[in-house]
């Protein structure tokens, strides 16, 4: 029998966390053909014990599993684990899972249905953090933004607008990315999967229900991936699908992050900066920014002006939610159109 939907279940010492998670799969009200592929990568904990207890009560669930892995010493990181998992799967449905979160009993059902319905996106849903108010900010954001925002907001540092552990997606949209980046550590392998995914014209959807707890703690990986990292994939991405099609634009926020961007930008769309607009007297009463860094000579100039001055299209390099909603109701005062009279870059 053909296998629908695989829960991809990459593991490197997780056993604190383990039987939550895997008695999530268990208990899923998805009545179809499911699968659980796990892949070990140089577990030296319990994971390899807990994992093999739970195999007769996921059988017995008809919930068909298949285990890999590698004891070498050093792990090869959670895209390597990802792309084994997948290879050693079966379905024509992939639920990624890690293993310190657990699934609402509906998720499979919620999402398998989505993406029969959405089957060119990758298909996330709202989620809650454990403990509860960690990141406040950003689990506001991933659950609030409109699905038009899933696709405008994706250059925000927030990273992927649909959150990597509630991914859902077909097999064949896998296949058409390829695999998740193997380069191990430091590496945003969903970020660099997400983008190529979008440049393919690839599209996004959120189930509208809170169907995972994503788990908040020091030891996941995400702390191993540098800012400036995830900076240098945001700008390429940034300039790759919206800078190359304008002629010219104003980068809202004339102090650090504004700077930092116009720093690195191409030279090319460096020229393409006709201002930075602000809303703070002192950087606008300067009048101009001067890029000391540059080899130019004279050194490139760019006007600083308000906000209300300053002409579209804006790329806006200022936080969302930190002002009071000061700089939400500036923005709004302008009437204009996200995705094409500005794009987040905060």
Not at 99 to 116: G, H, P, S
Not at 178 to 184: H, I, Y
Not at 327 to 346: K, P, V
Request: hydrophobic share 35%; aromatic share 12%; with cysteine.
């Amino acid at each position: 029998m053909t296998t629908t939907v695989s829960v991809i279940l990459p593991v490197h010492n997780a056993d604190k966390w383990l039987d939550e998670c895997l008695q999530s799969v268990v208990n899923q009200t998805y009545s179809g053909s499911l699968e659980l592929s796990v892949y070990q990568d140089s577990c030296t904990d319990n994971s390899e014990e807990i994992i093999k207890k739970w195999r007769t009560k996921l059988e017995e669930q008809d919930v068909k599993i298949v285990i890999g892995g590698h004891s070498d010493k050093n792990p090869r990181g959670v895209g390597y684990a990802k792309n084994r998992a997948i290879d050693q799967s079966s379905g024509q449905y992939l639920c990624f899972l890690d293993a310190d979160d657990v699934m609402d009993k509906d998720r499979i059902l919620e999402q398998y249905t989505a993406a029969k319905a959405y089957p060119d996106s990758i298909i996330g849903c709202k989620f809650h953090r454990d403990p509860e108010g960690s990141t406040e900010r950003f689990t506001k954001w991933a659950n609030m933004i409109s699905q038009e925002q899933l696709l405008t907001q994706v250059y925000t540092s927030h990273g992927p607008t649909v959150i990597m552990p509630t991914w859902f997606c077909s097999r064949k949209l896998y296949d058409n990315v390829g695999s998740f980046s193997k380069a191990g550590k430091g590496v945003p392998e969903d970020l660099i999967f997400f983008y190529k995914h979008l440049e393919l014209g690839g599209g996004l959807y959120r189930v509208e229900k809170d169907l995972l707890m994503y788990r908040y703690h020091t030891e996941a990986t995400t702390f191993s991936v540098k800012e400036e990292t995830i900076w240098k994939e945001r700008v390429q991405f940034l300039e790759k699908q919206v800078l190359t099609k304008w002629p010219t634009f104003t980068i809202w926020n004339a102090g650090k992050q504004g700077r930092k961007l116009y720093r690195s930008l191409s030279a090319p769309n460096q020229k393409k900066v006709v201002a930075f607009c602000d809303v703070d007297e002192k950087k606008i009463s300067k009048g101009v920014y001067i890029y000391e860094e540059s080899k130019e000579k004279p050194k490139p100039r760019i006007p600083v002006v308000h906000f209300k001055d300053a002409v579209t299209p804006f790329i806006i390099c200022v936080k969302l939610d930190l002002t009071h909603g000061d700089f939400e109701r500036n923005l709004e005062s302008l009437q204009l159109t996200e995705g094409q009279d500005y794009f987040h870059f905060n």
